[in-house]
């Protein structure tokens, strides 16, 4: 057994490093909260009523929001797999996985616009049948629209991915046998996406679990509170950082199993695109028309909310703005963030994802108890963060850089770059995992006999087929370390903001206009990363030829 | 020899290096847009010394940051908490008893607080327009009373200044019957807000008739906008105020300097600052008067506040009353 692991040490001690480290950071992070709380650690997890209240509402909206965005996912990747080919279907696609990485309160307010009391569908309604449907947009269905919009979309593009995976092969199979569109989706689409919808479903839950913002602005009442709230309230009104702790305890408990049991699921690799998919023969006419109809409804619904901040914003005074030394400063402190920060995101990916693969394919370590707990330790130290608040994560900071002293500078980066990646760390790894994986299974046996290795290996075997993904996670972590606002607030000062951090102070004291127009400055960035990054790397090549 | 040289260069450098005093405030108060950069010019020019704000999310979080870091704090004063959360600053014994004269104070109110001293206040209000509400509630109950389509905005009273200043608003008018008006006044509620940003840009979003603001916040858009449709709801029975206040902390290295600041912020200099950049009334009597705009906004007859202490005391068990009143 030894012997297999020794085999396989270049891949295994990168990522076996990264992983404790993220582990140890984990433990740092709680351990100081832990020491700050001093002598009242006896109420340990005394619930109250309202925290179980709380708790109970959690679970329910983001198991509803799960269900509603994954079936929304999965109807609307459909319809994009089946019309492979219309006009701007990139853009669209580049438009869909947008929405879960701005910060959450353009993309509410977004939706506000469309869909509030006084938004443009109340008009059109009036308008139209002299009726409105007042406020629907708040209370519990707020809520769950909110997280459909950001979630349904990030489904649908990540299981447009295993769609088009599906080998084309069996779509003439299924042809030639005469399956109708439902039998064939039973039978040849449903297995090939299921793993993918289950662990994205996992993702789905964890973020809605956790959800902040949009419970406040949209829930409308108190009881709609996520546990994060009754977080927030007890490190800045009450200062019981044990309290907070506990509650951080038990989302984490809830959100450990949940990470547990779909990092035991089974990549399955079949589902990894290898080539574009084309299908040459057209669906039936009402299937088209069905197709094409979910398709445009999803456009009015998901690009709408992002049109309407290019209108709220396009009035502001651009030359204002972008004179403003404020501005300046945040912005590049953003962009020099969001870049480094998807850097080491990705090395970090490559390194986790390098070593867990090790452990999936029988060909290389064979399954064994120890191979089951590295394994499990690799992917669960990649997606932990996803369940730790990032309230808790930022105090915890905080106190590590009263501990330590450091000039502000460096906590601050510290702290916003270790935030921002372990943040990004989960989707990027489900970005790149299934594509390392299935590299290795193609390519294994023919690098071992050539004892093709290291550099070389990467540079033949690994790169033309992860660049693509790469590409994706680069741009994927870049966008969601520039929305971020959790962090900044503990370490933020006039040196030192981001540009988020400056649209909440510009909302903060009446310059709505200059809000706008910042919010669609960050819209532009994050939709011109989205789209441009991913195709430079779908270009580079190390070889020629 | 080297010692005494040293020490000669040390000594010079003390004395041409200018002093620094940092305050700790919330994020628009040391926005480049709102009174920090005009204070520190004029503060920085009459005591030869450098002021630097830091910003955080919240006053109560600049409390809270101060706190976290105990020993080691860099801040020497920490700027903005209100009278309601006062009391939860001074328990923590971290401020230093105050030698400001405060007797020059303008105040609907006698100030004898010897920790904190007050630099601007504002009275909370409900804001609408006027283009579209034209018979606005005068009282409590008329806001209850209204068309049952009659939506307000407010903030959450346990992440929001406003929200906690509303909270005792109802609760200093209806006593023990605030769990009632509570449960009356939910329908009219459309949501509840982490913060005043938030539940502002709601409203000027056309979201809701009404939000809960500053009486001050007509003065805004009067000033910066040219607009006179944006009114406050004038509550015959008063409005709930809210005192801005300042404290020096104990563990302060520039201790005379902070004293002069706290003395500084009752100076004409400084008052005149507040009513354009803070969008509230300065707590001395202006020489020149209030800017023009403020003269046509309401000021309430009739002042609310609730004594720190009190609040201080039983702030949980009203926050849990009134979440009692609204659960579903």
């Given at each position: 057994m030894l012997k297999q692991y020794s085999r396989f040490r270049g891949s295994l001690i990168p990522g076996l490093l990264v992983s404790v480290f993220l582990l140890i950071l984990a433990f740092a992070i709680f351990f100081t909260l832990f020491d700050a709380t001093?002598?009242?650690?006896?109420?340990?997890?005394?619930?109250?009523p309202r925290v179980i209240g709380l708790l109970k509402f959690t679970i329910f909206q983001a198991t509803l929001s799960t269900i509603l965005s994954i079936i929304i996912g999965i109807i609307l990747a459909w319809s994009l797999a089946h019309q492979s080919?219309?006009?701007?279907r990139s853009l669209l696609i580049a438009l869909f996985s947008s929405s879960l990485v701005l910060p959450t309160i353009i993309v509410v307010f977004g939706l506000i616009t469309i869909l509030?009391?006084?938004g443009w569908l109340n008009h059109l309604s009036l308008y139209l049948f002299n009726h409105t449907f007042e406020?629907?947009?708040?209370g519990l269905s707020g809520i769950l629209i909110a997280h459909v919009y950001l979630n349904a979309s990030y489904a649908a593009r990540a299981l447009l991915h295993s769609f088009e995976a599906i080998p084309k092969q069996r779509y003439k199979l299924a042809k030639s046998l005469g399956f109708s569109v439902f039998k064939r989706f039973i039978l040849i689409e449903w297995p090939a996406i299921k793993q993918s919808v289950l662990s994205i479903a996992s993702v789905v839950f964890l973020l809605t679990f956790t959800s902040f913002a949009i419970v406040l602005i949209?829930?409308?009442?108190?009881?709609?509170?996520t546990l994060e709230v009754a977080i927030y309230e007890a490190v800045?009104?009450?200062?019981?950082i044990s309290l907070a702790l506990e509650l951080a305890f038990l989302q984490l408990g809830i959100s450990v199993i949940l990470v547990f049991f779909s990092s035991n699921l089974?990549?399955?690799?079949?589902?990894?695109?290898?080539q574009s998919l084309f299908i040459p023969w057209a669906e039936p006419l009402f299937v088209r028309f069905l197709q094409i109809t979910i398709i445009f409804v999803s456009c009015v619904f998901f690009i709408l909310p992002l049109i309407a901040i290019v209108f709220d914003g396009i009035n502001a005074d651009f030359i204002r703005i972008l004179k403003s030394t404020i501005f300046i400063k945040s912005f590049s402190t953003s962009v020099i963030i969001a870049s480094i920060s998807s850097i080491i995101t990705v090395v970090f990916t490559l390194f986790l994802s390098n070593a867990r693969r090790n452990f999936a394919l029988k060909s290389r370590i064979s399954q064994s108890k120890v191979g089951k707990i590295i394994e499990f330790m690799i992917s669960f130290s990649g997606s932990l963060?996803?369940?730790?608040?990032s309230l808790v994560l930022g105090l915890g900071f905080f106190l590590l850089s009263q501990k330590f002293i450091a000039p502000h500078l460096f906590w601050a980066s510290f702290a916003l770059l270790s935030a921002n990646v372990l943040m990004s760390l989960p989707f990027s790894i489900s970005v790149i995992y299934p594509s390392m994986l299935k590299t290795a299974t193609r390519y294994d046996k023919l690098c071992f006999s050539l004892n093709i290795s290291g550099f070389k290996r990467w540079i033949y075997c690994e790169w033309p087929f992860l660049k693509e993904s790469i590409g994706y996670a680069i741009a994927l972590s870049f966008c969601l370390s520039l929305g971020d606002?959790?962090?900044?607030?503990?370490?933020?000062?006039q040196d030192f903001s981001t540009l988020p951090w400056y649209l909440y102070g510009l909302m903060g004291s009446y310059q709505n206009n200059d809000a706008a127009g910042v919010a669609l400055i960050l819209l532009g960035l994050t939709l011109s990363v989205f789209i441009f990054v991913p195709k430079i790397f779908a270009k580079e090549n190390f070889v020629k030829g | 020899m080297l010692k005494i040289i040293l020490g000669a260069i040390l000594l010079l450098g003390s004395l041409f290096a200018k002093e620094t005093l940092t305050i700790y405030t919330y994020d628009s108060f040391a926005?480049?847009?709102?009174?920090a950069p005009l204070i520190k010019k004029a503060f920085e020019k009459k005591y030869n010394c450098n002021l630097k704000f830091v910003a955080t999310d919240s006053a109560i979080g600049a409390f809270r940051k101060v706190q976290l870091e105990g020993?080691?704090?860099?801040?020497d004063i920490v700027l903005g908490l209100d009278t309601n959360t006062a009391e939860l600053a001074r328990k923590s014994g971290l401020f230093a008893k105050h030698h400001a004269d405060t007797s020059k104070l303008d105040l609907p109110i006698k100030w004898n607080d010897d920790t904190f001293v007050p630099f601007d206040y504002s009275y909370f209000a409900f804001v609408y327009d006027s283009n579209k509400l034209k018979n606005p509630p005068s009282s409590f109950d008329e806001l209850a009373n209204m068309?049952?389509?009659f939506k307000i905005i407010i903030e959450d009273p346990r992440s929001s200044t406003p929200g906690l200043g509303l909270l005792l608003w109802i609760k200093a008018t209806y006593k023990d019957k605030a769990y009632e008006y509570w449960k009356k006044l939910a329908p009219h509620i459309l949501t509840i807000t982490k913060g005043w940003s938030e539940a502002y840009n709601l409203f000027l979003k056309?979201?809701?008739?009404?939000?809960?603001?500053?009486?001050?916040?007509?003065a805004y858009h009067i000033i910066e906008?040219?607009?006179?449709?944006y009114k406050t709801a004038n509550f015959k029975a008063g409005h709930y105020a809210g005192i801005e206040i300042a404290g020096m902390l104990k563990?302060?290295?520039h201790k005379k300097l902070a004293g002069e600041f706290l003395d500084f912020m009752l100076t004409q200099q400084f008052a005149n600052i507040?009513?354009?950049?803070?969008w509230s009334y300065p707590v001395i009597k202006l020489k020149k008067g209030?800017?023009?705009?403020?003269?046509?906004i309401y000021v309430p007859s009739k002042m609310i506040l609730m004594d720190g202490k009190t609040v201080e005391k039983n702030r949980k068990i009203y926050i849990n009353e009134w979440l009692r009143a609204l659960a579903k």
């Open positions: 001093g002598a009242n650690k006896s109420t340990f997890l005394t619930l109250s080919r219309f006009f701007a509030g009391r006084n406020g629907f947009l708040y949209l829930g409308g009442n108190p009881s709609y509170n800045k009104l009450d200062f019981d089974k990549t399955n690799i079949s589902n990894v695109k290898m963060y996803l369940a730790i608040p606002l959790g962090i900044i607030s503990l370490f933020g000062n | 926005a480049s847009w709102g009174p020993k080691n704090t860099k801040a068309p049952k389509n056309g979201e809701a008739d009404m939000v809960l603001s500053y009486t001050t916040s007509p906008e040219k607009k006179y449709n563990s302060s290295k507040i009513p354009t950049t803070n209030l800017p023009k705009g403020f003269d046509s």
